[in-house]
C-alpha cells in the first residue's frame, strides 16, 4: 500500500485491537438472574400481573415464566446487573407482601 505524501501514516495492529476488545468484555459487570419461587398459596393470575408490571412482560411470556415456575419450583425473571437486580427483588417482595401473598423473589450471579 503506498503512502499519500502529507497523509498521517498509521498502521494497523489487530493485536492491539484484540487486546482492547477482550478489556472491554472482561470490564462489563457481572450479571444477576432474579427467580421466582413456588408456594403453594399465591394465585397464579397474580405472578402473571407481576411479572407485566415489573419485568415488561407481555401475558405470553409471564404465563410461560409463571408455570415454569409452577412446574419447576422457580422461573427465570431476567438478568440484570446486581443493582437493577436488587432492586426487583426487593419490588416483587413488597409488593407481594402488601398483597399478603408468600411469593419470594430471589437472585443469584449469572454464569
Not at 472491554?24 to 413456588?38: K, Q
Not at 412446574?71 to 431476567?78: A, K, L, M, Q, T
Not at 446487573?81 to 436488587?86: D, G, H, L, S
Not at 409488593?95 to 430471589?106: G, Q, S
Amino acid at each position: 500500500m503506498a503512502e499519500t505524501a502529507g497523509a498521517p501514516h498509521t498502521t494497523h495492529r489487530p493485536a492491539e485491537t484484540e487486546e482492547a476488545s477482550e478489556q472491554i468484555v472482561s470490564d462489563e459487570p457481572p450479571m444477576y438472574r432474579v427467580l421466582l419461587l413456588n408456594d403453594d398459596f399465591t394465585p397464579m393470575d397474580f405472578v402473571v400481573q407481576v411479572l407485566m408490571q415489573l419485568f415488561g412482560m407481555t401475558f405470553d411470556q409471564a404465563n410461560i415464566v409463571m408455570l415454569e415456575v409452577h412446574h419447576n419450583g422457580r422461573g427465570v425473571c431476567g438478568e440484570f446487573t446486581r443493582e437493577i437486580a436488587e432492586t426487583r427483588v426487593s419490588q416483587v417482595n413488597q409488593i407481594a407482601r402488601e398483597h399478603e401473598y408468600p411469593l419470594m423473589c430471589v437472585m443469584e450471579r449469572a454464569e
